[in-house]
């Protein structure tokens, strides 16, 4: 298994299909594929291995993702959160109309929009990325049709015109209609229902298309992929993530959580957080990150270092979610 993940710079490119089919062999079944994704996502890529290629391997992740349940998690009187087929969505409702951040998978646009049918008739005004991948920005296209303004930082744009590939899944540029309508480079605000909300540009961090969305009146902080809560984070190294970057928007989000009175805080995946869950995940990933940069420096190899198995004392906390200790031992490594 290791040796899928020995070649930085094939790592740096993100695993291939190729790499993912070998490992799929060498440890059988979906297991090689529960520790890239939670247990009910990694259940839909098993299907990768039975795909005939790439893009159809992403074809059928999005179908496999667009069957999970969707659930309601209401944050405050006008803040909602829903989760399950894809990454986490919060929904500002009131009579200005909706702001949706975060869109799903295709295939699970429709029981989407019955949740947000069901918070009331007022029309979707904008739909906000918080970065490119797919199972946050795919829906863009049935926001569009239905008249919102899909809004994202510059580099959304780009990622989504290019073809890219990704965990053994290709992405074709997306139609001129799927992308966002308003782009920026560092900050936007929005001012709707009452609330103040500020959409801000992360430095290359998870990828090099990060924002986070903080809803000032009601104290909500959604930080895409940014954070994992419980979990060790994916690391798009092959559109500019990497560890530093994921390190400083943590300690960033942190500044804000400080300050504000009751932060509710939405990661891109795992379940809602507080201040207290943030900083033991920024602290987890420093703690990595410092112990993995000082056998870099001593001149280890990859392979060494994923062998001197260097989070064995955290990976009973951190490694039974999306990604197995071993992989993310490999994209610090190549990513300091
Ligand atoms: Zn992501």
Not at 62 to 71: E, F, L, V, W, Y
Not at 177 to 188: K, N
Not at 244 to 269: E, Q, R
């Amino acid at each position: 298994m290791r040796g899928s993940f020995a070649c930085p710079r094939r790592f740096m490119n993100i695993l291939t299909r190729r790499d993912l089919l070998r490992t799929a062999g060498v440890l059988g079944g979906g297991a090689a594929l529960a520790y890239l994704f939670p247990p009910s996502i990694a259940r839909a890529y098993a299907l990768l291995q039975q795909a005939p290629d790439p893009v159809a391997a992403a074809a059928a992740a999005r179908a496999g993702t667009a069957k999970i349940p969707i659930d309601v998690t209401k944050l405050t009187d006008t803040i909602t959160m829903l989760s399950g087929p894809g990454g986490n969505v919060v929904v500002l409702n009131g009579p200005d109309g909706k702001v949706v951040v975060d869109t799903f998978v295709q295939g699970a646009f429709a029981p989407l929009q019955q949740r947000l049918d069901a918070m009331g008739n007022t029309p979707i005004v904008s739909v906000v990325n918080t970065h490119w991948h797919f199972d946050h920005a795919d829906n863009n296209e049935s926001f569009r049709s239905v008249n919102a303004a899909v809004i994202a930082h510059q580099n959304t744009t780009k990622r989504l015109s290019e073809t890219r590939d990704l965990l053994g899944m290709r992405f074709l540029p997306a139609p001129k209609g799927a992308l966002p309508t308003q782009t920026f480079d560092q900050l936007h605000n929005l001012s709707v229902n009452g609330d103040l909300v500020h959409l801000g540009y992360v430095p290359p961090a998870h990828t090099d298309t990060d924002i986070t969305v903080y809803f000032t009146d009601g104290e909500v902080l959604h930080m895409g992929d940014l954070f994992f809560n419980g979990m060790y984070p994916f690391i798009d190294a092959s559109t500019g993530g990497n560890i530093n970057g994921m390190i400083a928007a943590a300690d960033g989000a942190l500044k804000l959580a400080n300050v504000a009175m009751t932060i509710k805080i939405v990661p891109g995946h795992g379940p809602l957080a507080d201040r207290g869950a943030l900083t033991k995940y920024r602290d987890m990933l420093v703690t990595v990150r410092d112990r993995i940069a000082k056998l870099k420096k001593a001149g280890r190899t990859e392979k060494e270092v994923v062998a001197s198995k260097p989070t064995a004392d955290l990976d009973a906390t951190w490694g039974k979610g999306f990604m197995m200790p071993d992989v993310f031992v490999g994209i610090v490594y190549n990513t300091l």
